[in-house]
């Protein structure tokens, strides 16, 4: 019954080149997020999404952008990948109707490095 | 500005001892708490959130709104509960709540 899907468990790139994880859910949410997981900072949101090409930044957008073309899919792309960009990203999913108090879904994370 | 608190990244317990994970938080409005637990080679995963009034696994969270916080308590714990607990505060208007998250608390039950 997994959820959220995220399209790699870990992944490996070199400075400089343009990484793109992927993000697929299959509860039909309007809600998605990307975080940002590291160790003593806790999750820090970079983007999210409300709605089908609809975006806004979170508290650490710097370095990233997000597409949304489907509403099942949200994309997270590292325009030139740094070595600070070397961190645990999760995305998550939630439902807008009655959402205060709704649950958010994550996915199993991807573990990216970049050397 | 919103912000969530939790001031001890380790804590240690022995089996069977009361644990009580803190947080803290600032907030404009009327807030809306949750606490998340990330249990080892697992995902994230809704633990309880304060609105429900709930007890999930042994543990609860009241809401004090006059200390600001929304403390996770169990009175024994057990080892199974050793894990990552994330508290988070719902934030932004209708439609668009997002999470902010505190920086985590490891929860590491002694046998």
């Not at chain 1, 039909?28 to 900072?41: A, C, I, S, T, V």
């Not at chain 1, 949200?74 to 959402?99: D, K, P, V, W």
């Not at chain 2, 714990?77 to 505190?102: H, R, V, W």
Request: proline share 3%; with cysteine.
């Amino acid at each position: 019954d997994v959820k959220v899907t995220q399209s790699s468990r870990y992944l490996v790139k070199r400075t400089g080149e343009k990484v793109f994880l992927e993000c697929v859910q299959d509860m039909d949410h309007e809600n998605m997020f990307w975080y940002r997981q590291d160790p003593g900072l806790g999750l820090r949101l970079i983007y999210f999404s409300y709605d089908v090409k609809m975006k806004e930044k979170g508290d650490i957008p710097e370095g990233y952008s997000v597409s949304r073309e489907k509403k099942e899919r949200f994309s997270l792309i590292l325009e030139s990948a740094s070595t600070n960009q070397t961190s645990m990203y999760l995305c998550a999913s939630r439902r807008r109707q009655g959402a205060l108090d709704a649950e958010a879904f994550f996915g199993q994370g991807t573990r990216l490095t970049v050397v | 500005a919103q912000r969530v608190t939790q001031p001890e990244k380790l804590l240690s317990v022995f089996k069977g001892a009361p644990v009580e994970l803190k947080c803290n938080y600032s907030y404009s409005g009327s807030p809306e708490l949750f606490w998340y637990v990330q249990y080892s080679r697992q995902r994230l995963q809704l633990l309880l959130r304060h609105i429900s009034r709930e007890s999930i696994k042994g543990f609860t969270a009241d809401l004090n709104k006059g200390e600001t916080s929304f403390h996770l308590k169990k009175p024994f714990a057990q080892e199974e509960d050793s894990a990552m607990y994330y508290c988070a505060l719902n934030e932004g208007p209708s439609g668009t709540y997002k999470y902010i998250f505190g920086t985590g608390t490891r929860l590491k039950v002694l046998a």
